[in-house]
């Protein structure tokens, strides 16, 4: 049988192990400091050569069409910017929900580079493609980076975890629960509920641990942080996890609140809500307790989301399969 060559690879999502959230600049932005994983919970993309323009197709959860498309927009991005004069034939199998803090569509974009790249033989770096991409959102830059990574600034300052003496952080040693409640959250409205509530709340009920260091946070700072998260990752989970946008969310969404609460009584380890919703995940110690959790949350809540998942180790290959012409 013939075959043809084409370029498969997944598109991760993500959760917000920490996200402190600094106040409003000049420019309009709120600066980030954030400790993100990776999670095996995934889309996948499939990406063949044709000879001119991008063809596009989806199976699973409803994506944006046409121009609206995050993959789309990316490949186009990338064909624009190398000088490319072949097309592509790209399909999704879609997973991860939008609206939910995952980083789903942001994760496509970066899969689809990723996959061209190696397509159409450019031969670019994760750097390079990284600034091509960076206009089509602030998490895209995230997933050219490392499975445990810091992002900072307005999301487009992104390094892998590591300590003070420069070595990398070890694996996480947790499954993962995520549920996703139904219930979609953009991000500009939960930013723009975020500065109200806290106009409306004393510093020190910013935070469900501490209101931790004013923005913007000196090295030292960041040193101590990333030091506690590591030293916890071999202790306690619970005083690691938080996350800014959790009160605003869980005032706004109460349903994005019982979530949570049936992560936590389930025997999560910790409970956290990713980005700024509406998705929460819980942490498990081992996948047999993460599997009985998952299980009796979709039994009480058949039309929500729920995903057992694992911290990727490193970035997923992108690899050449071969297609039945």
């Known amino acids: 049988m013939a075959t043809r060559a084409a370029v498969a690879v997944s598109a991760p999502a993500k959760v917000n192990l920490l996200l402190r959230v600094g106040p409003k600049g000049a420019d309009g932005y709120h600066a980030i400091f954030s400790i993100v994983q990776q999670v095996s919970l995934s889309d996948r993309l499939l990406v063949s050569a044709r000879p001119r323009g991008i063809e596009f197709s989806s199976r699973g959860l409803t994506v944006p069409p046409g ?94 975890v590591r300590d003070a003496a420069g070595r990398a952080a070890p694996h996480l040693p947790w499954w993962l629960v995520v549920v996703y409640p139904g219930l979609v959250s953009p991000t500009a409205e939960a930013y723009h509920a975020l500065d109200r509530w806290r106009a409306e709340h004393p510093p020190a009920s910013r935070s469900r641990f501490s209101p931790g260091p004013p923005f913007p946070l000196t090295p030292r700072e960041r040193e101590i942080i990333i030091s506690r998260f590591l030293r916890g990752t071999r202790t306690s989970v619970r005083p690691l996890l938080d996350n800014d946008f959790e009160p605003v969310i869980y005032d706004r969404l109460p349903a994005v609140r019982g979530a949570a609460d049936r992560l936590a009584r389930s025997g999560a380890k910790g409970v956290l809500l990713s980005g700024s919703g509406s998705a929460v995940f819980g942490l498990f110690a081992t996948l047999r307790s993460a599997r009985t959790a998952a299980g009796a949350i979709r039994a009480a809540q058949p039309a929500w989301g729920v995903w057992v998942a694992r911290p990727l180790r490193r970035v997923p290959p992108v690899r050449v399969v071969r297609l039945p012409i």
Do not use: H, Q, Y
């Open 67 to 160: 121009r609206d498309n995050l993959v789309v927009r990316a490949a186009e991005r990338l064909r624009r910017a190398a000088g490319v004069s072949a097309g592509a034939t790209i399909r999704l199998a879609k997973r991860i929900p939008m609206g939910a803090g995952l980083g789903g569509g942001s994760s496509d974009a970066a899969a689809v580079a990723l996959a061209l790249n190696r397509l159409w033989r450019l031969g670019w770096s994760r750097r390079r493609l990284a600034g091509v991409m960076a206009p089509l959102g602030s998490d895209v830059a995230l997933f050219f980076s490392a499975p445990l990574s810091i992002v900072e600034g307005a999301g487009g300052v992104v390094r892998p």
